[in-house]
């Protein structure tokens, strides 16, 4: 799917933000570069045994707190003042289409 100026009015309509012509315009603009860039990458042809990388560093996050049991709500505490509830979950309205 290629990013045009209707697409992008229609997105922007869904989510509710206004954007003039010049906005618009840079939006595209950029998916037109970032497409562009993408294609390069995908033409590399790698060579020997290569694993894929989900990261590009070795880290171990040894900063990271311990975790700790908390008190927390019951079930039926957290939904006894939902207004509408099913199956356990709370049904809120739509606001989004």
Do not use: C, H
């Not at 100026?5 to 998916?31: C, G, P, T």
């Amino acid at each position: 799917m290629e990013l045009n100026k209707k697409l992008v009015i229609e997105i922007a309509n869904d989510i509710r933000i206004s954007l003039d012509d010049k906005e618009i315009n840079e939006i595209v603009k950029s998916e037109i570069e970032i497409r562009a860039k993408m294609e390069k990458i995908v033409k590399f042809e790698i060579k020997g045994d290569v694993e894929p990388l989900s990261f590009p560093f070795e880290i171990e996050n040894t900063y990271l707190r311990d975790d700790k049991e908390i008190s927390t709500l019951s079930r039926d505490d957290g939904l006894k003042n939902a207004k509408q509830v099913i199956d356990n979950y709370v049904i809120l309205p739509r606001v989004v289409k």
